[in-house]
């Protein structure tokens, strides 16, 4: 709840076609969970968010979109590992799919 409050706020702040939102998370659906929250809404309309569909674009780290905007030896010494235990292939479509149906940005 603490971290919709907080995309909330930078988005009011900043404007939401100033904002994306990068995720971590190791399974798809969580991630996905969470892209959905801050593009569409709060699905269990119980946080900050619940109703609000800020549109904004959203990224998993493991994605080639957000690996090749970053310091190579930077992106190895702390995501590298990730890639090997990951399913890259489930969390990038479940990602894309989140972005293609609620990004506005």
């Known amino acids: 709840m603490e971290n919709q409050k907080r995309?909330?706020?930078l988005t009011e702040k900043h404007g939401a076609e100033n904002v994306l939102v990068i995720f971590g998370a190791a399974e798809a659906e969580t991630a996905g969970l969470s892209a959905e929250t801050v593009s569409n809404g709060d699905?269990?309309?119980a946080g900050p968010l619940a109703g609000v569909a800020l549109g904004l674009p959203v990224y998993h780290a493991i994605e080639p979109e957000f690996k090749e905007s970053v310091d190579n030896d930077i992106y190895d010494e702390q995501v590298g590992m990730m890639e090997m235990v990951l399913d890259l292939d489930e969390i990038i479509s479940e990602m894309?799919?989140?972005r293609d149906q609620f990004s506005k940005f």
Request: proline share 11%; hydrophobic share 45%.
């Open 7 to 9: 995309i909330l706020e």
């Open 43 to 45: 699905p269990t309309f």
């Open 96 to 98: 894309s799919s989140i």
